[in-house]
């Protein structure tokens, strides 16, 4: 099969789409007024950016009141825990999971140090959150839940609403990370019964540095940053304009087209998976149907998958591993390791995470291109039985 440049890292990040530039380039232009002054140019850009609010709080059936743009995923997790945290004064007992984002994970342990109680639920093989092992862990003192809507690396979808439904009848909060999951599943706020819930354009072919944080009315968050009335004073600091109109058009247009997206990526996810399991000794990581429609996530055994990684870039696939070995760590995936695999399976991973512009011709041609690589590098291994 000839060779091509396959782009299958979604998961990382995606392209920005041409309808989301063109909504952004008069803000980047002609229209560069700042939204908190009270001339004509302000008053555009703050049309502009309520417009936005509204666009996006419909896509997440919720008020546009409820909605704060921030600047990313990373930033909006660190506002919802910390901001509910701060109320605190230090006390209290907040529960996470152990496969989260470290955007989560590392807040938590902060938090932990300033002298919050923090319980680090486990998951079972396929990456799910028990609900028994989640009920057991509430208490008095529990005051807030977070657990990602979707794993960004093994694509197992949580049960958000049941989470969500047990923690309201307690009067605990509720976070959820749906960066993964916004723009691939349905996402609405008042079916998954969530307090706050974080996204990030560029996951769905959004411009990067510009994301979102919906918190439900009424519930009170001490903010983390000071320095201006932005935002309602959540998030001080001039509003990136440009950026949350782009992530608006982008959400409106990936609401509207995901029926028939879903039915794409999982079509392509299924075939990807098939094949790829006709090679010997490879195992599927995650749940094998509560899963993103457009994740795939494969052990091959024997091999490490930074050298997976290299080669199928040499032949213009780009992907991404389920070891941390391009940030200079040697240690395998925090969230491979939570479902129980062991180091070698789990420096063997391999994610291909599929989008929008994805084909069968690629899919295929990945299935081709990765055969000959895995028996290549296998035959180099000195724990491979020859």
């Known amino acids: 099969m000839e060779s091509r440049q396959v782009y299958m890292d979604h998961g990382a990040t995606t392209p920005l789409r041409e309808e989301a530039l063109e909504a952004m380039m008069p803000y980047l232009q002609d229209k560069y007024g700042n939204p908190s002054s009270i001339h004509s140019a302000g008053r555009e850009a703050r049309k502009a950016v309520d417009e936005a609010r509204e666009k996006v709080a419909r896509a997440l059936g919720a008020e546009p009141a409820e909605i704060f743009f921030t600047g990313g995923g990373t930033e909006s997790n660190n506002i919802a825990i910390r901001g ?56 008095p003192e529990t005051f807030l839940i977070s657990i990602m809507t979707a794993n960004n690396e093994v694509g197992t979808v949580e049960p958000i609403g049941e989470i969500g439904a047990l923690a309201r009848e307690r009067g605990i909060l509720v976070h959820t990370d749906a960066v993964q999951a916004v723009g691939q599943l349905p996402v609405d706020v008042k079916k998954l019964n969530v307090d706050f819930l974080t996204l990030s354009a560029h996951k769905f072919n959004g411009p990067k540095g510009i994301g979102a944080l919906y918190v439900r009315k009424g519930i009170a968050v001490s903010p983390v940053f000071r320095g201006g009335g932005q935002e309602r004073k959540l998030r001080p600091g001039t509003e990136n304009v440009a950026g949350i109109v782009g992530l608006a058009r982008a959400l409106e247009l990936a609401v509207a087209e995901l029926p028939q997206k879903t039915d794409h990526l999982t079509q392509l996810r299924d075939r990807l998976i098939a094949g790829l399991l006709r090679i010997d000794d490879v195992t599927l990581n995650g749940h094998p149907t509560l899963r993103l429609p457009g994740n795939v996530n494969v052990s091959f055994n024997y091999i490490e998958g930074e050298s997976l990684l290299l080669s199928l870039d040499l032949q213009g696939v780009a992907a991404s591993s389920g070891s941390a070995c391009t940030s200079g760590s040697l240690d395998p995936s925090h969230v491979l390791m939570a479902m129980g695999l062991d180091h070698q399976h789990a420096h063997g991973s391999l994610r291909l995470s599929l989008g929008r512009g994805n084909t069968v011709e690629d899919v295929d041609y990945v299935l081709s291109v990765i055969p000959p690589i895995v028996q290549r590098l296998r035959k180099m291994s000195a724990l491979y039985p020859q």
């Not at 152990?98 to 300033?114: M, N, T």
């Open 84 to 139: 509910a945290a701060r109320l605190k004064k230090g006390r209290g007992h907040l529960i996470t999971s152990a496969i989260e984002h470290h955007a989560v994970l590392d807040v938590c342990k902060d938090l932990e140090q300033d002298g919050f109680k923090v319980t680090v639920l486990p998951v079972d093989s396929h990456g799910l959150v028990e609900l028994r092992a989640l009920e057991q862990a509430l208490g």
